[in-house]
């Protein structure tokens, strides 16, 4: 049967070829997301950038505008290495708004670990996760949590660098206090690298330790090739998260060293203050334990149970970004699909309800979490259940579709800008910038 026709993307595929606003010439279609498309092009004095442009049909609403081009920002605030700069932001003669980005030639670590067959030495997890918090570091001394680090938003260049990717849902100190989606209790993110205190909504929470347990989740998934929570669907992803300590690295793997097993205890731990204090406090003891280990590359085996199955893989466990405000912005092509809608703090601790065949349209694959009024305490992982009664969302036969996001450009074919909830408009683009600092 033949396909219906992506307008969406016979309409970013015309662009290639033309010269935007008589300075870039664009050659090639890089990725596309629920907001943009990123493109590889030319400068007239031949340099190479990256042109992210916001679809027409969504440059016309100010607001998204104005977030589309705040978000772009947000790494230039950061100003590190790590980060991708946005270099110049305009809009084409047809209306889009666009900006313009470095290149970047590589692959994300999500693609290494697929490529590498889902695990890594642990030697080199560690270096690549100590790169990663640098730029983590200098993120959360600028005010910024991103809230949303995982292998997909870690991107390592042909030349060796590691760049964080994709701070389109980040947080701004000096912006939080009129994020509409801070007041209400809307969360986004990517259920399997949540901590408890982001898969249970409880938005006032989120701080710097959300991003370290994140990037220990990160490093956990390098070493054993699986994910914290085992788990086949995002609401069984969510359930674990904000229910059940993350196990122990020697519960999973044979013959991890100590210092490796504490290391990610204590960045694991269920409870926000039981984790490192800071990144920089972190990166350093995962530099000791660097040092610890020996030159040979150590790669971890993972216990098997009884039928020889890795115990709890979740190599394959579906790490889906989770947002609230997907469903605001309806775009045309988009086809109806299951849902999961997980409503948290009710009398009883935590209700999950689930419910199948929403009538809305969202991105594939994506689910929605709501937080409620608190009318109860939350279950320590201790006393929580060890299951919740929750329908699972079929995924098996679900289409993968482009992600929520575009991330800077690179040669792997990015995801597209998430539509974040950034509540009042802020000032845009480089006046935003300049006023920051």
């Given amino acids: 049967m033949q396909q219906p026709v992506d307008e969406a993307l016979l309409r ?258 269920f409870e926000r203050d039981g984790r490192w204090p800071d990144a920089r406090a972190m990166r350093s003891a995962l530099q000791r334990v660097l040092e610890s280990l020996p030159q040979e590359p150590l790669v971890l085996e993972p216990v098997t149970t009884l039928a020889g199955v890795p115990a709890g893989d979740a190599s394959e466990v579906p790490t889906n970004v989770v947002r609230t405000e997907a469903i605001r912005h309806e775009l045309p092509g988009q086809k109806r699909d299951w849902r999961v809608a997980v409503a948290i703090g009710a009398g009883a601790g935590i209700v999950v309800a689930v419910i199948a065949a929403i009538l809305l349209r969202t991105l594939p694959g994506q689910v929605i979490v709501q937080e409620q009024p608190a009318a109860g305490s939350v279950p320590s992982p201790a006393t929580a259940p060890a299951q919740l009664s929750a329908s699972a969302a079929p995924t098996a036969s679900a289409p993968a579709g482009p992600s929520s996001s575009a991330p800077p450009a690179s040669s792997s074919a990015p995801k597209g800008t998430r539509p974040g909830p950034i509540g009042a408009p802020p000032p845009t683009g480089k006046d935003w910038l300049n006023r920051r600092h």
């Fill in 12 to 269: 970013a595929r015309r662009r290639i070829g033309r010269t935007v606003k008589g300075k870039w010439q664009i050659d090639a279609l890089i990725g596309m997301g629920g907001m943009a498309s990123v493109y590889a092009a030319t400068h007239r004095n031949n340099s190479r950038v990256a042109l992210k442009v916001l679809r027409l049909e969504l440059s016309a609403d100010a607001d998204i505008r104005a977030r589309f081009l705040r978000e772009g920002y947000v790494a230039n605030v950061i100003d590190h290495p790590g980060t991708v700069r946005v270099v110049d932001d305009d809009v084409d003669d047809d209306g889009s708004v666009f900006l313009v980005m470095e290149l970047l030639e590589g692959e994300s670590l999500a693609d290494r670990l697929d490529r590498v067959g889902g695990r890594m030495a642990v030697q080199e997890a560690l270096r690549l996760g100590a790169d990663a918090l640098d730029v983590v570091a200098a993120a959360h001394d600028k005010g910024v949590v991103h809230r949303d680090l995982k292998p997909d938003n870690v991107f390592l260049t042909s030349d060796g660098q590691v760049k964080v990717l994709d701070f389109g849902i980040a947080r701004v100190r000096e912006l939080s206090h009129a994020s509409s989606a801070t007041r209400t209790g809307a969360m986004m993110g990517t259920p399997a690298f949540m901590p408890p205190e982001q898969a249970l909504g409880h938005s006032r929470e989120i701080d710097a330790r959300t991003d370290l347990w994140a990037m220990g989740a990160t490093i956990f998934r390098m070493i054993t090739g699986r994910n914290v929570h085992p788990g086949e669907t995002p609401n069984e992803l969510l359930i674990g998260a904000a229910t059940r300590k993350a196990p122990s690295l020697s519960a999973v793997t044979f013959g991890a060293p100590t210092p490796l097993v504490e290391f990610l205890d204590k960045s694991l731990a």
